[in-house]
């Protein structure tokens, strides 16, 4: 009796590994757990071969991702200053507070581009004046840009 089997999982296996990963598991979790749901197959090499294929593609793919998210930075970074108008009180302090979605609708405005609300980085603006938001727009790609709270 083999002391560890060889597999493929085909889906993601919480504490095992993620889809595509070739893992060694003891044979009785392969027979009784893995198999019969499918989770997994028998590593051989056209399943090796296969699961190579898919791994490069998906490297292209995140390849193409960073190049736009890369062409993203430069666009936002050619805009200077975004302007954010809001309702503004005694001592330049402002009703409300700018979100990251006004900030992603002034970047729509300013470049035509469309970015995630959720990767936008702000500091507590509770006043007029000019502040600076991060823009995570891929994994290890991220813009800089100046924001300026002007009174509407």
Known sequence: MPKRVQLVLNQDV??????????????????????????????????????????ELERQRQLELQQQAQEQKAALEKVETLTIAK???????????????????????ATGLEVDRRGIT????????????EIKLFSDVTAKVNIQVVPS
């Open 14 to 55: 919480y504490k095992l590994g993620r889809s595509g990963d070739l893992v060694d598991v003891a044979p009785g979790y392969a027979r009784n757990y893995l198999l019969p749901k499918k989770l997994a197959t028998h590593a051989t090499a056209g399943i090796l071969k296969q699961v190579e294929r898919r791994r």
């Open 122 to 133: 702000i500091p507590d603006i509770g006043k007029l004046g000019t502040y600076t938001a």
């Open 87 to 109: 309702q503004a009180g005694e001592a330049d302090a402002i009703f409300g507070t700018v979100t990251a979605q006004d900030v992603a609708d002034a970047i729509q405005q």
